[in-house]
T-cell receptor, first 111, second 113 residues
Framework: NAGVTQTPKFQVLKTGQSMTLQCAQD?????MYWYRQDPGMGLRLIYY???????DKGEVPNGYNVSRLNKREFSLRLESAAPSQTSVYFC??????????FGPGTRLLVL | QKEVEQDPGPLSVPEGAIVSLNCTYS??????FMWYRQYSRKGPELLMY????GNKEDGRFTAQVDKSSKYISLFIRDSQPSDSATYLC?????????????FGAGTRLAVHP
């Protein structure tokens, strides 16, 4: 049982490049989330998916898109990366209730 | 003003000390209160979870919620070097049809031998 996995672990992009961050969970959870973590800002919600086939915006969705491919997988896409998107990105899943289980994170540097 | 305020530290204590970590919040709709621990370059992991006011104890850890003061605390007794991590408070309220989780910025703790 791997829990929540994320790929890649680290990525460097140039401004304007695109990329997709992958997330998968093997706990059969309905809800999945994407957060970004910046120094002094805590974790901020980008997008979430309450169930397979649904997605909704969180606190900071601009510049991102998401796809809930199936119950296991939830991807985050940056269409045209900007230096302001330099951050650590965490995926999380939730079985119902308030607790969330986090992946190990993807560190993204946009030059 | 942020919904959840947390002193970023860093907090440095000797091994065996009692540690007190705190958060204040402004939204009286919060009902669920959590503490997450995050080791360097890792994802947050749930440490403690409480509902409404009161205390909850789990081994060396005690979570305390005072809803009248909008203040939550995490106490660590007999702190160990392995407790060195960033501690994030988080609070939950129903918003727009889902349970919205709001995190504090995190307090960095270092326990030295």
């Amino acid at each position: 049982n791997a829990g929540v996995t994320q790929t890649p672990k680290f990525q460097v992009l140039k401004t304007g490049q695109s990329m997709t961050l992958q997330c998968a969970q093997d706990m059969n959870h309905n809800s999945m989330y994407w957060y970004r973590q910046d120094p002094g800002m805590g974790l901020r919600l980008i997008y979430y998916s309450a169930s397979e086939g649904t997605t909704d915006k969180g606190e900071v969705p601009n510049g991102y898109n998401v796809s809930r491919l199936n119950k296991r997988e939830f991807s985050l896409r940056l269409e045209s990366a900007a230096p302001s998107q330099t951050s650590v990105y965490f995926c999380a899943s939730n079985p119902g209730g308030e607790t969330q289980y986090f992946g190990p994170g993807t560190r993204l540097l946009v030059l | 003003q942020k919904e959840v305020e947390q002193d970023p530290g860093p907090l440095s204590v000797p091994e065996g000390a009692i540690v007190s970590l705190n958060c204040t919040y402004s939204n009286s709709a919060f009902q669920y209160f959590m503490w997450y621990r995050q080791y360097s370059r890792k994802g947050p992991e749930l440490l403690m979870y409480t509902y409404s006011s009161g205390n909850k104890e789990d081994g060396r850890f005690t979570a305390q919620v005072d809803k009248s003061s909008k203040y939550i605390s995490l106490f660590i007794r007999d702190s160990q070097p392995s407790d060195s991590a960033t501690y994030l408070c988080a609070m939950s309220a129903l918003s727009g049809g889902y349970n919205k989780l709001i995190f504090g910025a995190g307090t960095r703790l270092a326990v030295h031998p």
